[in-house]
């Protein structure tokens, strides 16, 4: 039996622009999703998360891949991938078989099955990363137990291309992290590690309701937007992202609010925050303090003000659902075998 755990994440700034081809700095954060796996004939998964068990063929994995696969192109030929997406939502367990068939592919693994159980503290559709979270520990989880020697490379992979069939081209930011774990800098597939200042170490989310679209739906949504009106959106995100790893750099409290601001204040015009979001942003720099969107579409609020008491005064007194997260969390651990 092995027990492996990979983090969940959140974006500091950059999501969506990353998608672009511009960089994000990401951190993975101390929520984590769990697997405990054992070789078995069969495929078993137990999700305790959803109280919910199934057992199927490694044949029926392996087809579900396959189709994902054929359907995946096709979507990428068409820019929209609402076929695949529909495929995958067929039934409740279509995208673990999809992830267990692709998986057993990519690591040759000719016989023999796994069985599995899935736990995890992190929300599932509020921006943090759950489905990513998900691919890399599933996969490092059957690396484990058949092909122990690769490398953290090859997890992420093979994590990037399960996300592609979650959610048609991301940007493969959110794998990455929940692979190598810390805070990055993500830039078309090159990661680089971003220290963070110590005032943001720390960081405050508020957690508003699951959004109703997935990753996939967003940046499609982003997609379809006016080409001009997005791509000055982008760009203006983009700026702040480079201009961000300056402030973090130069530990500028200031910039680094500021640059939160500009980078929520572009998210809403992509038509990616809500109104219950762009209020509680409104009361936070009311305070002084900068807060936006991890993701979009709903969800994951971070809220930042280097008087952090003032701050969870505020979040009381709008009776919001909030914790306090540490960044950088660890990437993928295989945590005992
Ligand atoms: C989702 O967590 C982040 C997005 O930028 C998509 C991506 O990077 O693939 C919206």
Same mark, same amino acid.
């Given at each position: 039996?092995?027990?492996?755990?990979?983090?969940?994440?959140?974006?500091?700034?950059?999501?969506?622009? %990353? /998608?672009? &081809?511009?960089?994000?700095? =990401?951190?993975?954060?101390?929520?984590? +999703?769990? *697997?405990?796996?054992?070789? #078995?004939e069969?495929?078993?998964?137990?999700?305790?998360?959803y109280?919910?068990?199934?057992?199927?063929?490694?044949?029926?994995?392996?087809?579900?891949?396959?189709?994902?696969?054929?359907l995946?192109?096709?979507?990428?030929k068409?820019?929209?991938?609402?076929?695949?997406?529909?495929?995958?939502?067929?039934?409740?367990?279509?995208?673990?078989?999809?992830?267990?068939?692709?998986?057993?592919?990519?690591?040759? %693994? /000719?016989k &023999?099955?796994?069985?599995? =159980?899935?736990?995890?503290?992190?929300? +599932?559709? *509020?921006?943090?990363?759950? #489905?990513?979270?998900?691919?890399?520990?599933?996969?490092?989880?059957?690396?484990?137990?058949?092909?122990?020697?690769?490398?953290?490379?090859?997890?992420?992979?093979?994590?990037?291309?399960?996300?592609?069939?979650?959610?048609?081209?991301?940007?493969?930011?959110?794998?990455?992290?929940?692979?190598?774990?810390?805070?990055?800098w993500?830039?078309?597939?090159?990661?680089?590690?971003?220290?963070?200042?110590?005032?943001?170490?720390?960081?405050?989310?508020?957690?508003?309701?699951?959004?109703?679209?997935? +990753?996939?739906?967003?940046?499609?949504?982003?997609?379809?937007?006016?080409?001009?009106?997005?791509?000055?959106?982008?760009?203006?995100?983009?700026?702040?992202?480079?201009?961000?790893?300056?402030?973090?750099?130069?530990?500028?409290?200031?910039?680094?609010?500021?640059?939160?601001?500009?980078?929520?204040?572009?998210?809403?015009?992509?038509?990616?925050?809500?109104?219950?979001?762009?209020?509680?942003?409104?009361?936070?720099?009311?305070?002084?303090?900068?807060?936006?969107?991890?993701?979009?579409?709903?969800?994951?609020?971070i809220?930042?003000?280097?008087?952090?008491?003032?701050?969870?005064?505020?979040?009381?007194?709008?009776?919001?659902?909030?914790?306090?997260?540490?960044?950088?969390?660890?990437?993928?651990?295989?945590?005992?075998?």
């Open positions: 039996m092995v027990k492996v755990s990979a983090p969940g994440k959140i974006h500091l700034i950059g999501e969506h622009s %990353v /998608v672009y &081809g511009f960089p994000a700095i =990401i951190s993975a954060i101390e929520k984590r +999703t769990r *697997v405990k796996a054992e070789k #078995s069969k495929i078993k998964i137990k999700n305790e998360v109280q919910k068990e199934t057992e199927f063929e490694i044949e029926e994995a392996v087809t579900a891949a396959k189709k994902s696969r054929e995946w192109k096709k979507g990428d068409k820019s929209d991938f609402s076929e695949l997406f529909s495929f995958l939502r067929s039934d409740f367990w279509k995208r673990n078989q999809a992830t267990l068939g692709l998986i057993f592919e990519r690591l040759k %693994v /000719v &023999g099955g796994v069985s599995l =159980i899935i736990d995890s503290n992190l929300p +599932t559709g *509020v921006g943090l990363g759950s #489905s990513a979270s998900l691919s890399v520990a599933i996969t490092r989880a059957i690396a484990a137990l058949y092909a122990p020697q690769i490398s953290n490379q090859k997890i992420n992979e093979i994590a990037f291309e399960l996300e592609k069939l979650n959610h048609g081209r991301p940007s493969g930011g959110d794998n990455s992290v929940c692979v190598f774990g810390g805070t990055i993500f830039e078309k597939g090159k990661i680089e590690p971003v220290s963070l200042p110590d005032f943001l170490q720390n960081l405050i989310i508020v957690l508003t309701p699951r959004r109703n679209l997935s +990753t996939g739906d967003l940046v499609q949504k982003v997609r379809n937007l006016d080409k001009n009106f997005r791509d000055q959106k982008i760009k203006n995100i983009a700026k702040a992202t480079y201009k961000m790893r300056r402030a973090l750099e130069e530990k500028d409290v200031n910039k680094v609010k500021n640059l939160i601001n500009i980078a929520q204040d572009n998210l809403t015009e992509l038509g990616i925050s809500n109104p219950e979001i762009d209020g509680l942003v409104k009361e936070v720099r009311k305070i002084g303090g900068a807060a936006k969107i991890s993701g979009g579409g709903g969800g994951t609020v809220c930042f003000h280097q008087n952090k008491e003032e701050l969870i005064k505020l979040l009381k007194k709008l009776k919001v659902n909030f914790e306090q997260i540490k960044l950088g969390a660890e990437g993928v651990k295989v945590e005992k075998s």
